[in-house]
């Protein structure tokens, strides 16, 4: 079974955010990247599949040079190659295009990604890229076992989980669940080490057009100010929440 995990390099959730040129672009001076936490959950059952039943695990990431580091440490994790598909990631559809052409080139069973990054929080493209290439789709998967061509997979719905059966391709996506955090691995000295060796191989895109932009950004607003009432004073917090708060 071949394997292949879609890697986001995005900012750690502890980075301070700011912005740039009038609030249209994002300040990436002094963020630190990471791999997508849904990703990373992907990733480590990709893991799983390949040391229980031999399977071959590739990591992929559509972006420039500046997210090696993030593809590296995919590597040390386990993963067997990695891919960088030489362009700027500018939107969910541009991005889902150039990853259906590795898809398609790499003839992969089972593509698994995130339900979504943690940085512009778009949830689009497992399934567009489960469209563009003709494989079956399971999205918010919080389990997932092969058996042969079968797959069984869990997936969160409204109100509980629904458990389906499809078969290969399929394309994932993942997110917490699909492994635990406590199941997340930190690559040591001997990973870290191999991944230096292990193939990166950067292919260049097929020129999909980004059909949107971002026109701005905005932080959200800072909270107001708090205001501090004695615990005997009942009569004045109902009449706080009253008629100032107007929360009851």
Sequence with gaps: MKILVCISHVPDTTSKINFTDGDTKFDTNGVQYVINPNDEFGLTRAMWFKEKQGASVDVVNVGGPET????????????????????????????????AKVVTDGGYDLVI????????????????LSALTGANFVANCISLEIDGTTAKAVREIDGGKETVSTSLPLVIGGQKGLVEESDLRIPNMRGIMMARKKPLNVVEPIGANAETSANSFEKPAPKGAVKLVDANNIDELINLLHNEAKVI
Excluded: H, W
């Design 68 to 99: 090696e580091p993030t593809l590296r440490k995919a590597l040390a994790i386990g993963a067997d190659s990695a891919i960088r598909v030489n362009t700027e990631a500018k939107d969910g559809f541009a991005v889902a295009k150039e990853l």
């Design 113 to 128: 990604a995130g339900r979504e990054s943690i940085d512009y929080n778009g949830g689009m493209v497992p399934g567009m």
